[in-house]
């Protein structure tokens, strides 16, 4: 299904960072410049679009971008994100949503906060639920993805959690972990529910996986992407040193 937001054929396709005041502590808003840079190296316009809360959120991004934060932080981009209404709209129109960590964590149906495990309302956009974990998520990950053609693609990251998500039936893993804890210490990682995707790894994890990088602008455009032309063999040995690096730990 293709992005059907109203935009202008010659219009820049717009990478929304949301309220990276709130949910950017950790980085995370450098997927933006990823996803930003790899379609331009296409050949195709596009730009980043950072919002905060208080502005209105556009409804023609194709791609949304959630990032880590704190416990108030969640609550403060929920609640404004309902007020504004934009998000929403965008996804029945067929933009993407890519959440990180607290981000990942607000699309569910509920979070926890605080040392007293206050349950607060997500945005109900996964079929999840985030709870306070018996331990802290704490290191490098390394989770295998299974893309859509049926290859296989490991994902690295760094995950700082104390929520554990559980997936209900509605939402599929994004991987199964090899290295880490994952969503819940359970084998799997992230969750997939139509264009909404929620993952744990920083890193920018985009950054270090472009294969998912790719795939998340593929379901933003409507189309696969051809690879893109670069050193394979520095990207390779690179990533080949951090694979190694991970399965020592």
């Not at 090899?178 to 969750?191: F, L, P, R, S």
């Amino acid at each position: 299904m293709t992005n059907t937001a109203e935009t202008s054929p010659d219009a820049p396709i717009k990478i929304v960072v949301v309220y990276q005041s709130l949910l950017g502590i950790y980085g995370d808003q450098g997927n933006a410049k990823v996803l930003t840079k790899r379609l331009q190296w296409r050949g195709v316009d596009a730009q980043t679009v950072f919002v905060e809360p208080g502005e209105a959120l556009p409804a023609d991004g194709a791609v949304y971008l959630l990032g880590g934060g704190e416990d108030n932080a969640q609550t403060t981009a929920v609640r404004e994100l309902r007020r504004d209404g934009a998000l929403f709209a965008a996804l029945d129109a067929g933009a993407v949503l890519f959440a990180v960590c607290a981000g990942f964590q607000i699309c569910g149906h509920t979070f926890t906060i605080g040392e007293n495990d206050e349950v607060r309302d997500g945005l109900g956009l996964l079929d999840v639920t985030t709870r306070r974990g018996p331990r802290r998520a704490v290191g490098e990950i390394l989770t295998r993805w299974t893309k859509p053609d049926g290859a296989e693609s490991l994902i690295t990251g760094f995950e700082n959690h104390g929520g554990w998500t559980t997936l209900g039936p509605d939402a599929r893993p994004l991987a199964r972990v090899e290295v880490g804890i994952g969503n819940a210490a359970d084998g799997t990682e992230g969750a997939v529910q139509g264009r909404v995707i929620g993952t744990y790894p920083h890193g920018p994890v985009l950054a270090r996986n472009p294969d998912l990088a790719d795939w998340v602008l593929g379901l933003a455009l409507g189309r696969d992407l051809a690879p893109l032309p670069g050193p394979a063999a520095e990207h390779d040995g690179l990533r080949a040193e951090r694979l190694a690096f991970v399965r020592r730990r």
